[in-house]
């Protein structure tokens, strides 16, 4: 290389799954050499099903406007900022402002970038959930910041240790990354922690960023952290049409919060991207648009989906919550289970699980020590396969 990457870049890897899916690709190029399937992938929580009719149609009209093809605004439309509000409130009863208190965003993972931009300096210290989603640790590293990771553990319903944390040294503590119906294990939040969660935020100074893509699936009753009292004073919340709207791809979340916070992220995004083409922003208020109707009708396949995924659990013989939210369903393993048998003792339960399926029998389910210490005895199953698939999955892990 003709010059040395910056010194920020030596903290992170390649995301594990970026790695993983060219593992993947490279066994299938083996496996269908020899006449076999490709492996079924059960990793990555990316939905199969269509996006509302609706923005698909908002989507082709729109396109179709000569002049729609141009820049647009840092902030978005004020159609979309406004689809957005009305969402907030009529879900989560939650009043946001649209001028102001609303930032499109392209994913809400951008946002985890943009706020760890916004708001770390080098040396600043942040408090991570272990297990948690991988980015919220990298995007942090990115930034130089320090990273202090906080236990979620079983015992205690993947809920903070409040007791614990307060016993914490918080000093310089800048931001708290929370994230309910929670990544990977399911577990859904109460309007009592959020308020904990609001509470521990004010009393240490410290903002309280929460991650809330999952909360309408397998949840009938969707929660935000900006209902609780308080919370604009200390919180901002990332959102996403991913997850329920099956638009993954499209790329089209959000940040809501105070408009002093918001601020301060829009300087960082103003440098960074030149606006979301119009037409997906269309396609974004017709799908915000959605009645109860949508997400019934979502929410009755993940169920069925969730029952074959738990099938599978059952013949791995990993213990699982049967009523968890969101789209996974995360499994313990223990110690003295047969399939361990024969595996890299070196590695952590969870792996060696994982590699024994995916090495012998083509199916790949995704380890759980990549979320952190705390998974290393889990396994999580994606929703995002059909229920044909998953039977299929779970047809093959038996013959082991």
Not at 201 to 208: D, K, N, S, Y
Not at 209 to 234: M, Q, R, T
Not at 247 to 253: C, E, L, P, Q
Not at 310 to 328: C, E, H, M, P, Q
């Amino acid at each position: 290389m003709i010059i040395k990457p910056a010194h920020r870049t030596e903290s992170v890897q390649e995301y594990y799954f970026s790695r993983k899916l060219k593992e993947i690709d490279a066994m299938n190029a083996e496996r269908l050499s020899r006449g076999e399937q490709k492996v079924i992938n059960l990793g990555i929580g990316a939905p199969d099903g269509f996006p509302p009719v609706e923005a698909v149609e908002a989507l082709k009209e729109s396109a179709s406007q000569p002049g729609n093809h141009a820049y647009q605004s840092y902030i978005g439309t004020p159609a979309l900022r406004k689809a957005f509000s009305d969402w907030y409130k009529r879900y989560y009863g939650v009043d946001l402002d649209p001028n102001g208190e609303i930032q499109p965003l392209v994913g809400s993972k951008e946002g985890i970038l943009l706020i760890s931009l916004a708001f770390l300096d080098k040396g600043d210290k942040v408090l991570v959930p272990d297990p948690g989603y991988p980015t919220y640790t990298s995007a942090s590293k990115m930034v130089e910041a320090e990273i202090i990771k906080y236990d979620l553990l079983d015992s205690n319903g993947w809920q903070p240790d409040f007791e614990a944390l307060e016993k914490m040294d918080l000093s310089g503590v800048k931001i708290m990354w929370t994230n309910y119906p929670h990544m990977p294990t399911g577990a859904s939040a109460t309007k009592e922690l959020y308020q904990k969660i609001v509470d521990f935020g004010r009393r240490h100074g410290i903002l309280i960023v929460n991650d809330n893509p999952y909360s309408f699936i397998l949840n009938d009753k969707p929660l935000s952290i900006l209902a609780a009292e308080g919370a604009k004073e200390c919180c901002l919340e990332l959102n996403s049409l991913s997850k329920a709207h099956n638009m993954s791809g499209w790329r089209i979340g959000m940040v809501g919060g105070s408009k002093e916070i918001i601020s301060e992220v829009l300087k960082v995004k103003s440098q960074m991207d030149s606006g979301m083409f119009k037409p997906l922003q269309e396609a974004a208020v017709a799908a915000l648009g959605q009645g109860p109707e949508w997400f019934k009708a979502l929410n009755d396949e993940y169920r069925r989906r969730r029952v074959e995924a738990g099938k599978i659990f059952d013949v791995i013989g990993a213990k699982y919550d049967k009523n968890s939210a969101g789209l996974f369903l995360w499994g313990k393993v223990s110690a003295d289970n047969p399939l361990l048998k024969g595996t890299d003792e070196k590695k952590c339960l969870g792996e060696r699980i994982s590699d024994k399926i995916l090495y012998n029998k083509g199916v790949f389910i995704t380890p759980g020590f990549i979320f952190g210490k705390n998974g290393e005895n889990y396994i999580r199953i994606s929703l995002c396969a059909k229920p044909e698939v998953l039977v299929a999955s779970r047809k093959l892990i038996e013959e082991l």
